[in-house]
């Protein structure tokens, strides 16, 4: 699916994406007393709880099966069994979610046949669920590592049991733990049962302890796992994920559960087609909360559009964020000048066009399969207004004197990447307010009056 | 209080046998028991109550072993070790890493160190930058030398930069691209320095083997190059000091100021014009001896630059060690100037001492770091009166807990013997031992022990844990069972105690602090441990309705 354009051979320098495991430790992290397991060798893990860990400031334990050379050269079966025991010793989980690394997926490590029979028959106590995801970052970054696990879930802990039960999927994607915790909110809203997958919303945003935790509480519980396939619908979100495999389709195809592929819910567009749909499933009406939100949210617009009426943004990260920014963006006003995502899933192009039919016309420039260094360039030429993504955009923002907004992740150079509500009103109000501020300290700040009144 | 003096320490046990206090023995028994048999058997030569058991011997640690799958470690991997450790912090060499993308992209700017390009003529500092070849799939099947010959070029054509490495990751090896040959046909065609290093992530048991690696790299590709006799006296080398936070620039301060002239730095505030000179010095000081004492080895056979340890992370670490080279060079022109130095810096120091004490006096410290961090913090924290109660590294050797004398013993097992020992011999032009045999004896019989290092329990007091690789599970239960003032580690262990309500300093990061090291770092640090400690943030913990039940009872009941 690569775009063929791109030059043979370009080294990444500063790049803009992540590795797949990274992507399937946010989904297992997400499910209730869970443990993710890479494996490989130890390294990967190590970087990846770092890169969790500095975002979240949170604890994340993240298992391996901790290869050594000989384990590179002549397998890794007896590692990853003796992991697996180790972690049900220490952890008493309830699921231990498997993914591959490049080296696992290198020498052809097929876990699924590694671990066939190896089960409750192995141990006296309770014997967890075991999912294992092949996430091989040489084909992929952290979002295909991210959906490919919900999948690889829903594929082995999904049933129909035929008692339909009233009850929504949501397949949130990989958004913050405020986000999780909004959705949940607006989906209660509409008295209606839910299952989300993943749910970090407090295992990645946890209480101080009162005492120890070998697994902070919460995510999504196996049971409700269980009963996706019994739900009425599933809500699935990202334009790019709804063309590719996901599990809301697998759960459709094989259970006849419906599923709706909508945006991210960034802004009010996406936000009223997810409200929409919610509407359509439950048969009830938008509750009077959302009406009021999205009224304030309209009327700051009104109060606010002259600020930031054609400034022009660099937008940067997962493609389904991008979309899902450009879309609010565009809808404000703002020309997201550049639309920038290591991904390379061939679909972006379209997808922004879809949202802005004349964004060529209008001069967006749309990169897929980006680095830093390839953004710069771009950048430099139409010397933006401020820049929005998340931290790795600093660098060259900075030396650019624009403002960074920060956004998805990671965030490492900031507080509160998980308290960042990007969906619905509430998140579309958020944004506007620090994108509207950021635009109007800038002015005033170069300002030679330096004005104080709007 | 003036550094406490190895026997004072050895006379001083840790007695905290209040009823409360858990006998460390009796803790070790309650870990252990949570393990697997034979995950406890090894895990119980790795816990060890320190005690000193004869004049000279103390206990037997494990250490450098693989860490058992499933057991959530502090530990990185080779590649780790080699690429972001030891050559991550020079400034103007193109560090190109050959894998797939993630781990390049988590090795990018994630330590801390700092640099001043202006003190090197070109100012070249790619150290924002991470270059990858960023590997997909058509070069794992059909092979990833072409596209790291194009990523040479790529980034030859663009930054025009003296040197360049190139780091293989796991996926590398095994695929079988050979580095060393497509660097060296680099090297021929673009006429400067280009050399690469087998780090992949499974070698070794930690970071410690990427170290060795980046050792012999450094070693057989650039010291040497030049060799330019700069101008100056006393010079020195000062190995093992990663500049985070600015230490090094505070070191280069007091150095300076002492008139001890420093050649190059390995590998903080470091250009590879440093490194390519620094067999001209006359004598190497190790800070981290885990990280770079292969360098000080090789560099004494080659050239007879004969070497010591140092401590600059504590004012009376930092003094002993001024002394200590002053006493090496034995000139009284620069024992006369350390002295001096010492005592214009000390005053402040000892001030700061006296503000934080009555606050932190008795009150416990535990650290896991690295190879070197757990062992030099410590007398820092004695300077402040707390008690370094718990220590331990995360991928040390034996030599690096016990002293080299150790060292003979050791058994050199699989994951050791896949990490490639030089043959080093003089160099036929080059070699000149900077001291005779005789002044090397006259120099340890005044207690000048060259080519050393202690170790780290030595430095202990009876009574104290120490515990190799430790684990997220043991460091739950040291902070449930002691309650320490203070916990020092890294990120991954940040939340986790601070979870628990207990402070975490990080040294690995310095959690944007330092400099600590020298004079001004010591008092940066008082000031720092004391601000975490007493912050009024723990005082919120609990809510008022939990520290007085009967109140939320009475309300209950009234409604
Ligand atoms: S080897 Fe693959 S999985 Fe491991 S850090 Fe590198 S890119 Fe990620
Ligand atoms: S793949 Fe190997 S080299 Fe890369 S991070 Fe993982 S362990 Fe380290």
């Given at each position: ?454 | ?88 912090p ?23 160190n700092q640099t001043d ?117 006393y010079?020195v080398n000062l190995l093992g000091e990663y500049n985070i936070g600015g230490d090094a620039f505070e070191i280069e301060r007091v150095l300076n100021k002492c008139g001890i002239k420093l050649i190059s730095t390995f590998s903080g505030n470091s250009?590879?014009?440093f ?10 000081l190790i800070m981290c ?21 140092i401590n600059f992370l504590s004012a009376?670490g930092m003094s002993r060690s001024l002394?200590?080279i ?12 350390v002295?001096?130095v010492i005592?214009?810096e ?30 030099h ?137 330092g400099p600590y090291a020298a004079y001004r770092g010591a008092i940066n640090f ?34």
């Amino acid at each position: 699916m690569k775009t063929q354009e791109k030059i043979e051979y370009k080294a990444t320098s500063n790049a803009c994406k992540l590795c797949s495991p990274l992507g399937a430790s946010f989904v297992f992290r997400g499910i209730e007393r869970s443990i993710p397991l890479l494996h490989g060798s130890q390294g990967c893990s190590t970087y990846i709880r770092r890169y969790l860990i500095s975002h979240f400031n949170e604890p994340v334990d993240i298992a391996c099966s901790n290869f050594t050379e000989e384990t590179a050269v002549f397998g890794g079966g007896a590692n990853l069994k003796l992991a697996v025991e180790n972690i049900i010793k220490q952890y008493n989980p309830k699921l231990i979610g498997i993914a591959t690394t490049c080296l696992s997926e290198t020498i052809g490590e097929d876990v699924p046949m590694i671990l066939k029979g190896y089960n409750k028959k192995n141990f006296d106590e309770n014997f967890p669920e075991i999912v294992s995801v092949s996430t091989p970052s040489f084909s992929g970054t952290h979002i295909d590592g991210f959906h490919s696990a919900v999948r690889a879930v829903v594929d082995s802990i999904a049933v129909k049991k035929k008692i339909s039960a009233k009850q929504i999927n949501i397949f949130p994607g990989m958004l913050s733990p405020a986000d999780l915790r909004h959705l949940k909110e607006i989906v209660s809203d509409f008295s209606t049962d839910y299952v989300m997958l993943p749910d970090y919303s407090d295992t990645f945003a946890g209480p101080l302890w009162t005492e120890y935790q070998e697994i902070p509480e919460g995510g999504t519980k196996l049971k409700k796992i269980a009963s996706m396939g019994d739900a009425v619908a599933s809500i699935e979100f990202g334009r790019i994920l709804a063309e590719e495999e996901s599990a809301g389709k697998m759960l459709e195809s094989r259970f006849n559960v419906p599923c709706h592929s909508l945006g991210l819910p960034i802004g009010i567009n996406e936000t009223d087609a997810f409200l929409k749909a919610l509407e359509t499933i439950t048969g009830k009406p938008v509750p009077e909360k959302y009406i009021q939100e999205r009224g304030r949210l309209i009327d700051s617009y009104a109060d606010g559009h002259k600020y930031v009426f054609e400034a022009r943004a660099v937008v940067y990260g997962e493609e389904d964020l991008v979309t899902g920014l450009a879309s609010f963006l565009s809808e404000i006003g703002i020309i997201p000048i550049i639309c920038a995502s290591g991904g390379e899933s061939g679909l972006l192009r379209q997808k922004i066009l879809d949202i802005i039919p004349d964004a060529e016309k209008i001069g967006i420039k749309i990169i897929e399969g980006a680095d830093f260094v390839e953004i710069n360039e771009e950048a430099k030429k139409i010397d933006p207004d401020f820049f929005i993504g998340n931290s790795k955009g600093y660098r060259i923002a900075r030396e650019m004197k624009k403002p960074l907004i920060r956004v998805g992740f990671p965030i490492h150079d900031r507080l509160g990447g998980a308290r960042i509500v990007h969906v619905g009103y509430r998140g579309a109000q958020q944004l506007f307010d620090i994108i509207s501020n950021t635009i109007i300290a800038t002015r005033q700040d170069t300002s030679p009056v330096g004005y104080t009144y709007m | 209080m003036e550094a406490l003096s190895r026997k004072r320490i050895d006379e001083e046990k840790v007695s905290l046998d209040s009823d409360e206090f858990m006998d460390p023995e009796t803790l070790k028994l309650e870990i252990l028991s949570k393990y697997p048999p034979k995950v406890a058997r090894k895990k119980a030569k790795q816990i060890i109550v320190n005690r000193k058991e004869t004049e000279e011997k103390y206990p037997e640690i494990q250490a450098n072993v693989r860490t058992v799958p499933g057991i959530i470690s502090q530990r990185g991997c080779c590649y780790a070790g080699c690429k972001g450790v030891v050559m991550g912090p020079t400034r103007d060499i193109i560090n190109l890493t050959h894998g797939p993308i993630g781990c390049g992209f988590y090795s990018w700017l994630t330590r801390r160190n700092q640099t001043d390009p202006s003190t090197t003529p070109d100012g070249h500092n790619f150290m924002n930058y991470c270059f990858s070849t960023d590997m997909e799939e058509r070069e794992i099947i059909f092979g990833g030398e072409k596209k790291l010959r194009a990523a040479i070029q790529e980034a030859y054509d663009i930054f025009k930069p003296k040197m360049i490495s190139v780091f293989a990751t796991c996926p590398v090896g095994l695929i079988g691209d050979d580095v060393h040959a497509v660097t060296r046909e680099m090297e021929e065609k673009l006429g400067i320095t280009i050399f690469g290093f087998s780090c992949e992530g499974y070698k070794g048991v930690s970071q410690s083997a990427g170290h060795h690696v980046a050792n012999n790299g450094l070693f057989q590709h650039v010291i040497g190059l030049d060799n330019t006799v700069k101008e100056g006296d006393y010079k020195v080398n000062l190995l093992g000091e990663y500049n985070i936070g600015g230490d090094a620039f505070e070191i280069e301060r007091v150095l300076n100021k002492c008139g001890i002239k420093l050649i190059s730095t390995f590998s903080g505030n470091s250009s590879v014009d440093f490194f390519a000179n620094s067999h001209t010095a006359d004598l190497n000081l190790i800070m981290c001896h885990r990280s770079i004492n292969y360098v000080a080895e090789m560099m004494e056979k080659k050239y007879g630059i004969p070497w010591f340890k140092i401590n600059f992370l504590s004012a009376g670490g930092m003094s002993r060690s001024l002394r200590k080279i002053a006493e090496y060079y034995g000139e009284q022109k620069l024992i006369d100037r350390v002295e001096e130095v010492i005592a214009e810096e000390m005053p402040a120091v000892k001030k700061a001492q006296a503000e934080v004490r009555p606050r932190l006096e008795g009150k416990l410290a535990m650290m896991f770091v690295g190879g070197s961090r757990a062992h030099h913090y410590q007398e820092m924290f004695r300077e402040m009166g707390m008690i370094p109660f718990c220590a331990g590294y995360e991928f040390a050797h034996r030599d690096d807990y016990e002293g080299r004398q150790v060292l003979p013993n050791l058994k050199v097992d699989a994951d050791s013997r896949n990490i490639q020992e030089l043959e080093i011999e003089k160099d036929p032009e080059r070699y000149n031992p900077r001291i005779s045999a005789e002044e090397f004896e006259a120099l340890e019989r005044n207690n000048i022990k060259l080519r050393d290092y202690e170790g780290m329990m030595t430095d202990m007091p009876s009574g104290t844990i120490v515990i190799d690789d430790i684990s997220q599970y043991e460091t739950e239960s040291l902070l449930k069972t002691y309650k320490p003032a203070v916990f020092c580690a890294g990120i991954k262990e940040k939340y986790t105690v601070q979870k628990h309500g207990i402070p975490m300093k990080q040294l690995h990061s310095y959690d944007n602090g330092g400099p600590y090291a020298a004079y001004r770092g010591a008092i940066n640090f008082y000031h720092e441990i004391d601000r975490m400690v007493n912050s009024k943030v723990w005082d919120h913990i609990k809510a008022p309705w939990e520290k007085s039940p009967e109140l939320a009872a009475r309300y209950t009941y009234q409604s």
